[in-house]
Nanobody, 125 residues
């Protein structure tokens, strides 16, 4: 599967942004898809994921209640709706996919074999 992340940009604090992760070469519903982010000088950080079976979602505590991950099987795309953003959300956001990751390991970047190219999100105050 190939992943294409898009939708990043500059947004004011308190605003909203929607990221897209479009899959090609395979059906996205067969994969667990997660969003991670990287701030310069730091490790990749888990943001959210939607599990392949049943579509169970999980979120990092830092984004819970503000971000929503969803999957559109018809569009073969996973979205990350980001609301009430703040400066700490500034990062490069990556989507990742795995067809084999188990639930307990689904927040770990090393569990994902397929990665999109990243999209920059910059929150200005």
């Amino acid at each position: 599967v190939q992943l294409q992340a898009s939708g990043g940009g500059q947004v004011q604090a308190g605003g909203s942004l929607r990221l897209s992760c479009e899959a090609s070469g395979s059906t996205i519903s067969s994969y667990t898809v997660a969003w991670f982010r990287r701030i310069p000088g730091k490790e990749r950080e888990f943001v959210a994921r939607v599990f392949r079976r049943g579509g169970a979602t999980a979120y990092a505590d830092s984004v819970k209640g503000r971000f929503t991950i969803s999957r559109d099987n018809a569009e073969n795309t996973v979205y990350l709706q980001m609301n009430s953003v703040n400066a700490e959300d500034t990062a490069v956001y990556y989507c990742a996919a795995s067809s084999t990751v188990i639930l307990s390991a689904s927040t770990t970047p090393q569990s994902y074999a397929y990665w999109g190219q990243g999209t920059q999100v910059t929150v200005s105050s």
